[in-house]
C-alpha cells in the first residue's frame, strides 16, 4: 500500500538552528501539507502546496517557515531558526484530488525537540 | 469560527460497549468531515468521512451521525474492542481557494478495557 514517507523520526536541535524535515508524498499525489501536533494537542494546518507553490499557510507559518519541492518527489519543510515553541511532531499529507471527498494521507511524524 | 469543537477529552469503556464522540463546528463552509484515528508515534489515518448531504454513514463498527442544523456531528463505534483504543479526531473542511485544508478538533482519548 502506497505510503506518505517522513524523515527523520526524530531530530534534536539548539535554538536558533535552521531544521529541514523531509518528505516523500504518494507518487501520484498532488496536494501537500505541512500539520504540526503540540505533544497531547490537536493537528493543526501549517501549509498546503500545489502546482509548485503554497497554496494556503496558516499564522503558525511565519517567516521562519518555509517549504520546497527540489526535485518532483522530496517535499521539505525548513525552519530557518528554530524557537522552543517549534518543539512538536510535524506530519506531512498528501491528496491525490482537490475534491473534498479526496482522502489526505499522513506520513508518521518526525518529532522535533528543540532545546 | 475555524474551529471545531471536540467532546469528551477522554473516554473509558468496557469491551463491547458504544463509545459516542461529538463535535461541533460554526462554520456553515465546512462541507465534508472526517473521522481520524491515530495510534501513539503514528500519523492520523482517516476512519470514516461524511458530507452534510446525509445523515449518517456506516462502515463496518463505525457510524456517523450529522445534524446539519445543528452543526454537530458525531462518532460511534459499535461492539468496542481492546484495539479500538487510540485517539480519535474529529476534522471539518470546505473548498477554499487554497487546498481544502483540514481544521481538527482537540481528540478524544479512548480506552475499551476487556
Known amino acids: 500500500e502506497p505510503e506518505v514517507t517522513q524523515t527523520p523520526s526524530h531530530q534534536v536541535t539548539q535554538m536558533g538552528q535552521e531544521v529541514i524535515l523531509r518528505c516523500v508524498p504518494i507518487s501520484n499525489h498532488l496536494y501537500f501539507y505541512w500539520y504540526r501536533q503540540i505533544l497531547g494537542q490537536k493537528v493543526e494546518f501549517l501549509v498546503s502546496f500545489y502546482n509548485n507553490e503554497i497554496s494556503e499557510k496558516s499564522e503558525i507559518f511565519d517567516d521562519q517557515f518555509s517549504v520546497e519541492r527540489p526535485d518532483g518527489s522530496n517535499f521539505t519543510l525548513k525552519i530557518r531558526s528554530t524557537k522552543l515553541e517549534d518543539s512538536a511532531m510535524y506530519f506531512c499529507a498528501s491528496r491525490r484530488d482537490r475534491g473534498i471527498s479526496g482522502e489526505l494521507f499522513f506520513g508518521e511524524g518526525s518529532r522535533l525537540t528543540v532545546l | 469560527q475555524q474551529q471545531v469543537k471536540q467532546s469528551p477529552q477522554s473516554l473509558i469503556v468496557q469491551k463491547g460497549g458504544i463509545p459516542i464522540i461529538n463535535c461541533a463546528y460554526e462554520?456553515?463552509?465546512?462541507?465534508?468531515f472526517p473521522w481520524y484515528q491515530q495510534f501513539p508515534g503514528k500519523g492520523p489515518a482517516l476512519l470514516i468521512a461524511?458530507?452534510?448531504?446525509?445523515s449518517e454513514k456506516k462502515e463496518g463498527r463505525f457510524t456517523i451521525s450529522f445534524n446539519k442544523s445543528a452543526k454537530q456531528f458525531s462518532l460511534h463505534i459499535m461492539d468496542s474492542q481492546p484495539g479500538d483504543s487510540a485517539t480519535y479526531f474529529c476534522a471539518a473542511s470546505g473548498v477554499t481557494g487554497g487546498g481544502n485544508k483540514l481544521t481538527f478538533g482537540t481528540g478524544t482519548q479512548l480506552k475499551v478495557e476487556l
Open positions: 462554520n456553515t463552509a465546512f462541507d465534508y
Open positions: 461524511i458530507r452534510p448531504d446525509v
